[in-house]
């Protein structure tokens, strides 16, 4: 998290919270059986924003969809670029064969962590689709990876960074944007 004096805000509480609400009736009309959705969050924030996404989704239709986890590092092939951090272990609660899956990350870049996410979900079954959700697409994509699912589209510089704070997890709530 960025130190307050160097941060700015992108997105608030209120209108992360109005994103949020409609990038889930996005995928409710894009999903025309909820029961065959799998939310998959990418560590670390994507994990917490498909929790997030899956509550609103049941307050709005009821449903409770499945959530789970893919952990990408090892499939990653800029590591040396990146470094390594704590891995978060996957956890696929179900099979994921002739399932929509809905990838949910925080924040696009390069897009490399998502191509990584996708061959690693691959080995654990071929899914009927794979979309892609994030809170923030800040372009400068090295790979033709696009979301489906977009809150807000940011340019940035390359040195700059995005933070999508979660209350559960932060303390506070909103997008921002340190220099």
């Known amino acids: 998290m960025p130190s307050p004096d160097k941060k700015v805000v992108i997105l608030t509480e209120d209108e992360l919270g109005k994103t949020i609400s409609r990038l889930t009736f996005e995928i409710i009309e894009k999903i025309s059986d909820l029961d065959n959705l799998l939310l998959v969050g990418i560590p670390t924030r994507g994990v917490h924003l498909a929790e997030v996404l899956r509550k609103e989704m049941f307050t709005k239709t009821g449903v409770y969809v499945q959530t789970g986890i893919i952990d990408p590092t090892f499939y990653r092939d800029d590591q040396n670029k990146v470094g390594t951090r704590l891995l978060e272990p996957t956890d696929i609660p179900t099979s994921i064969e002739k399932k929509d899956i809905v990838l949910v990350d925080d924040v696009i870049f390069t897009g490399r ?35 489906d699912f977009c809150g807000r589209r940011v340019p940035t510089s390359k040195k700059e960074t995005i933070y999508l704070c979660l209350k559960q997890v932060d303390g506070e709530e909103g997008i921002f944007l340190a220099k």
């Not at 979900?121 to 899914?127: A, F, N, T, V, Y």
């Open 113 to 147: 962590t998502v191509r990584a996410a996708m061959d690693a979900l691959i080995s654990w079954g071929r899914p009927k689709s794979v979309m892609l959700l994030v809170m923030i697409d800040r372009g400068h994509r090295e790979l033709p990876i696009q979301p």
